[in-house]
Every structure is written in C-alpha cells, then in structure tokens.
T-cell receptor, first 115, second 111 residues
C-alpha cells in the first residue's frame, strides 16, 4: 500500500524568501508523484507532476520539485515566495499514473506568507 | 479547459436525511472520484468509477454509495446523514492515466 507523509503541517515564510515543502512517500512499485495547491474556498489545482524522465520537475507559478528515489522524497521548492502563494499544498502518489485508480494524498502543508 | 462542476458549494442537512451530492464533468473523462477533506487528515478517497455503471470502493466507503448512470455525472449519496459526515466533499475526474481535475468542493454540514 502507498502512503504519503508531509512532514510539516504549517510552514511560515517571509515574503520573497525561499521555501521548501517536504514530502516523503512509500510504495513498493514504480510511482507517479504530484503536488496540488488549494487556494481558500477552491478545489485542488495541479502544480506539477513526475511521471518519468528528468528528476527535476518544473511546474506553474515558479514552483519546482525533485524526485529522489533513494530518499523516497519529492520536495517542493520555490526560490522566492509571494503573498499570493498562501495556500494549502498537497503531495500525492499513484502507481497508475494518477488517473487509473485515484491518488493517495498527504495530509497537507499550509504555507503562510508573512509580509 | 476541463470543467468539473459540483452542484452546491454549501449544504446543510439534518441527521437521518438522504443527501445527494452531484458532480458533472464536461471533458468525456472515463474516471471520476469522490474524496472527502477534513482538517489534519488530508483527502481520503470514498468511491471511484472507471465507466458508466461501474464503481469501486475507496478507502472510506462506509455510509456512502454512488451512482454513475451517465458518463459525465457521478453522484455521491449519503443514505442517512450523520454528524460525522460533516466535511468538505471534492469530486474529480481524469482521462485514463492523466492527472485528476477537481471541482471546487461542496461543504456539507449535518446537524
């Protein structure tokens, strides 16, 4: 069975500072990894995904993530955050490409941007 | 752009009522999903469907059922609502193995 651990439930960061949101997963098979963002009162929006190929994945809004198989991690980074990045971020894993059988989600990390 | 529409943003129901949550997608996706989202617990999969009239249990199906009579519509049914079903419900759809597209959610309160 798959599982996802997001190590921080809240991450406060000053505006224009860099940020890293941590995600570790466990799976016995090949995995597909995703980061979703949820702005207040909205559904989830895909930020980026790793299916295969380059381990450094670039997504929308200046975010990127690095797949590290040996560490079973998929941490999300942004070099300089903006107040509009305040949101809940979810890491998710699938062994079926994400669409075949749904996703297993972490519990979420609330990114709080301080002016 | 894919649009997943959940018919209600907010619902308030009484304990014991039968509740229907409706979800419609406009991109001919085969797969549709219902999740519930609770603080500190993330998203948990209730049911999903690969095709019309097909359904599969997710991680927390107890107290719920689903219906998929048409490809674009996936309904979540609470046969007898209870207070522990107060939650945010998120519908999603996908095409084969592509990433999920989510609706904006229905916040259900059971009193």
């Amino acid at each position: 069975a798959q599982s996802v651990t997001q190590l921080d439930s809240q991450v406060p960061v000053f505006e224009e500072a860099p940020v890293e949101l941590r995600c570790n997963y466990s799976s016995s098979v090949s995995v597909y990894l995703f980061w979703y963002v949820q702005y207040p009162n909205q559904g989830l929006q895909l930020l980026l995904k790793y299916l295969s190929g380059s381990t450094l994945v670039k997504g929308i809004n200046g975010f990127e993530a690095e797949f590290n198989k040996s560490q079973t991690s998929f941490h999300l980074r942004k070099p300089s955050v903006h107040i509009s990045d305040t949101a809940e971020y979810f890491c998710a894993v699938s062994d079926g490409g994400g669409g075949a059988d749904g996703l297993t989600f972490g519990k979420g990390t609330h990114l709080i941007i301080q002016p | 752009d894919v649009k997943v529409t959940q018919s209600s943003r907010y619902l308030v129901k009484r304990t014991g009522e039968k509740v229907f949550l409706e979800c419609v997608q406009d991109m001919d996706h085969e797969n549709m999903f219902w999740y519930r989202q609770d603080p500190g617990l993330g998203l948990r999969l209730i049911y999903f469907s690969y095709d019309v009239k097909m359904k599969e249990k997710g991680d927390i199906p107890e107290g719920y059922s689903v219906s998929r009579e048409k490809k674009e519509r996936f309904s979540l049914i609470l046969e007898s609502a209870s207070t522990n079903q107060t939650s945010m419900y998120l519908c999603a759809s996908s095409l084969r193995s592509s990433p999920l597209h989510f609706g904006n959610g229905t916040r259900l309160t059971v009193t």
